[in-house]
């Protein structure tokens, strides 16, 4: 390929494509809006499954690399009652199929897979637009251009390259989460770290939940799930951390204190993380010399399944790309008749599970779900 490959954005999806073109001598440049790798947090603990996002880190030739950032013991899982009974209690016995990492070790890996300069730091995308010839102009804020031979929108929910494929918005799923973080929990906060455990813990009901995961450094990482409307999220003030936390905290009256505990004991603020999702059957008519992947194209409710797919996204359609030299288009079509029935599989998935998760059955039918009571074939 004469042209790199444009992506715009730097997530794990983005540079899982970066990476396989680079395995594959094809050049590629990617541009993010974060003006460097160390600029925020990446989020959480990440499974990696068989799949999707292990095959991903295989074309991409990082499997040891992989292995070498797995945090042993985190797939232990637990699910209580909102009293703090335990319903099921499976701790990781190292014969697990899905090793946790952490998301922002995973980004680190995959960064340092890349020869130096490939992505470029502080380019946030203003705008695209069509120049014709499937070529593409992409317009950022601080006031440069470059122009396409083939573009990639890796970049998430609210991508500004979709449009160029689809008039699909992200809509709310009526879920919100609250994230919480607590430090040093063992010694510090002993009694939600029992709740815990050594990997991950959920206490569900019909319409809200705790959910939280022992990552490295004994953090325990929260996120805490409401089914309110977003104007009922907007009446509490963020502002005041202590005051936000309690006002949350009220819908969860009754539940054991050391659930609680992860919102009320909160070591940095409450921050809030609406859910939106694109239709779950997403998909464009083919446009040259442009597709997407990861959230940009399939945005989901959570499920495990997100970054894992924009991984799997990025390792296909790089190994697309490698098979049809010279001819890029032949590469997209293949890559995006495989991508659409694949995401929208995921996606009636996704939502299945937060029916599950936080649905009138809650928690038993969590429970059954993890358990597979009740299914059949």
Partial sequence: MTTPVTIIGAGLGGLTLARVLHVHGIESAVYEAEPSPAARAQGGMLDIHTGTGQPALAAAGLTEE?????????EATRLLASDGTVLLDEPDDGTGTR???QRGELRRI????????????G?????????GGGRHEVAFTDGTTVT???????????????????PATPAYTGVSFVETFLFDAATRHPAAAKAVGAGGMAA???GQGIQAHH????TLHTYVALARPQEWFAALDFGDPAAAAARIAREFDGWAPELTALITDGDTPPVLRPLHTLPPRHRWQRVPGVTLLGDAAHLMPPSGEGANLAMYDGAALGTALAAHPGDTEAAL??????LFPRSAAAAEDALRIQEVCWGPGAPRSFLDFLTGAGQTG
Avoid at 123 to 131: D, I, N, Q, T
Avoid at 215 to 218: D, K
């Fill in 204 to 206: 569900t009901a019909p």
């Fill in 99 to 101: 090793p946790e990492a």
């Fill in 333 to 338: 079509a293949a890559y995006e008749q495989e």
């Fill in 148 to 166: 396409t031979g083939l573009l990639v929108g890796a970049d998430g929910a609210w991508s500004r390259v979709r449009p160029l494929l689809s």
């Fill in 66 to 74: 992989f292995r070498g950032i797995v945090l042993p013991g985190r």
């Fill in 110 to 121: 995959l960064l340092d897979a890349l020869p130096p300069g490939t992505v470029h730091w």
């Fill in 123 to 131: 380019r946030k995308a203003a705008g695209v637009r069509a120049l």
């Fill in 215 to 218: 990552e490295s450094g004994g």
